[in-house]
């Protein structure tokens, strides 16, 4: 089957870092992507990793290893306006044009 | 950046109506998909197509069709609406068969009474 795993909820403090896990098992796999979704809103794109390895963008930074079928997103110097859910999805080629999705990670960020 | 357009934010509609969800992106994309979302249950697939006329079933597709006579639009068709189908419906579009990331529009919050 194919399964994507990620914490349903997590709680942090503004200024903190955290880091939100991601795990998958897929037929096959061409990607991995993080989208930051805020309550009542659509989805938007935050990072793509194919190959293992960290990827910086900004305060946010995305990481990925292939042989463990695990990624983590990591979010530094939190701000109130990161709380929001968090959704991993893995692109396979062999699934045509579909993306598998996490059920998501709500993050709650506290002053 | 691309623009994906849902023609409204929130629809009421009464059970056993015909429900229509227009879409419309402006950037050429070949695919567009339609989602909806439920809490505890995320993102899933309704049906997503790949080109004009061209459709394909995605996981949850019993109670729905859709409709893609142009490029820029995919129209996502409740046949006779029932209560279960009160959710967010979520349309993106995506650029060739790549590692592109899909495009979302603002979202429907469609209820059905």
């Known amino acids: 089957g194919q399964n994507i795993d990620q914490p349903t909820e997590m709680t942090a403090t503004e200024g903190a870092i955290v880091q939100i896990n991601c795990t998958y098992q897929t037929s096959g796999f061409n990607g991995l992507f993080w989208y930051q979704q805020h309550a009542g809103e659509a989805p938007t794109f935050l990072s793509y990793?194919?190959l293992d390895g960290l990827e910086e963008k900004g305060r946010f930074s995305s990481f990925l290893s292939r042989s463990k079928g695990y990624s983590y997103l990591l979010l530094k110097e939190l701000q109130m306006k990161d709380s929001a859910s968090y959704l991993c999805a893995v692109f396979n080629a062999g699934n045509n044009r579909k993306l598998i999705w996490g059920l998501g990670t709500s993050l709650a960020v506290n002053p | 950046d691309v623009k994906v357009t849902q023609s409204s934010r929130y629809l009421v509609k009464r059970t056993g109506e015909k429900v229509f969800l227009e879409c419309v992106q402006d950037?050429?994309?070949?695919?567009m998909f339609w989602y909806r979302q439920d809490p505890g249950l995320g993102l899933r697939l309704i049906y997503f197509?790949?080109?004009?006329?061209?459709?394909e079933k995605g996981d949850i597709p019993e109670g729905y069709s859709v409709s893609r006579e142009k490029k820029e639009r995919f129209s996502l068709i409740l046949e006779s609406a029932s209560t279960n189908q009160t959710s967010m419906y979520l349309c993106?579009?995506?650029?060739?068969?790549?590692?592109?990331?899909?495009?979302f529009g603002d979202g429907t919050r469609l209820s059905i009474l």
């Open positions: 197509s790949y080109d004009v006329k061209m459709k």
């Open positions: 950037m050429d994309h070949e695919n």
């Open positions: 990793n194919v």
């Open positions: 993106a579009s995506l650029l060739g068969v790549s590692n592109q990331p899909q495009h």
